[in-house]
């Protein structure tokens, strides 16, 4: 699946269907990351109580921290509806959790819809939130269906430490012009042949050099060895190190919204409702401040999901 924050063996499909995003650390790889090996369930939990039609909705996760957060997000505010459900979280990538959804095994899944296009439609050239998800209405199966994006992404970025920032007054990818000829841009191995060009088309930059930093890439931003540096957006070491991600106004890393994926049968209009409202209220820093408790505290994330649910007025 994926985010920020480690470099995360991807399954065959996912491999070569999400070969333009790069991998990240700590929260997950947009479902890009994980084995297929890995399907079976790591935990499930139900609850009492009954909406809609009465039928239990299935909530599902991939392998990493910050999808089994989400799903524990989208797992409770469900059960505040009334709505039963059943939780199947750290099953694997998205080839195993796509085809689980359709056989209509799970009903929901936390989702990121640059990387769901990516994996039905590798040619879709795509990248704003509206145009992704217009694409991925006409990709997908009649039997499953898109509710709405939340403005939270875990995404791609450059990101800069604060005192660079500071210092040369960057606020964007295009304010590096000036400089990208003097700094080392970090990223995974595979970044600089994904990027490099692109960079260099669609705002200019030519760097002094590309490091193959990987998993260290935060690390390396803290420690001078890198001025720039390719981290995902819900990163927690993003907060930790006072990482600044520049803006892409022209938009290199296409939209990566959280985005329920459900099958259309599972769901009624008390489920649908719910789910919409979490999305409403998700943004990337809030998943970052999230991220943050899971991953660097080692807080549970069901009981990290349930405060959010309740300082939002969803739980």
Known sequence: MKRSRRTVVLG?????ALGATACGSSGGDPLGGGSSTSAAAAGSGGSSGSGGSGSTVVVGSANFPENVLLGSIYSQALKAKGVKVEEKFNIGSREVLY???????????????????????????????????????????ATLGLLDSSPAEDKDSLSVTQETADK????????????????????PPEFKNRRE????????????????????????????????????????????????????????????????????????????????????????AGLLALMKRVSVDKEDPSAVAKDWLKSNGLG
């Open 12 to 16: 065959t499909l996912a491999a070569l």
């Open 99 to 141: 085809g689980q959804l359709q056989s209509g095994n799970l009903t929901v899944l936390p989702e990121y819809n640059g990387s769901l296009l990516a994996y039905l439609d590798a040619k879709s050239t795509a990248v704003e939130t509206k145009d992704v998800n217009a694409a991925l209405a006409k990709a997908l199966p």
């Open 168 to 187: 040369y007054n960057l606020k964007s990818i295009s304010d590096l012009a000036a400089k990208a000829g003097e700094f080392v841009l970090g990223g």
């Open 197 to 284: 060009q692109q960079f260099k088309d669609v705002y200019g930059l030519t760097f002094k050099e590309w490091k193959p930093t990987a998993d260290t890439t935060a690390n390396a931003l803290k420690d001078g060895s890198i001025q720039v540096g390719n981290v995902f957006t819900t990163d927690p070491k993003i907060g930790q190190y006072k990482l600044v991600p520049l803006a892409d106004p022209r938009n290199v890393f296409g939209a990566q919204n959280v985005t329920p994926l459900v099958n259309k049968a599972g769901v009624d209009a008390t489920a649908t409702a719910a789910l919409n409202a979490v999305s409403a209220k998700l943004d990337t």
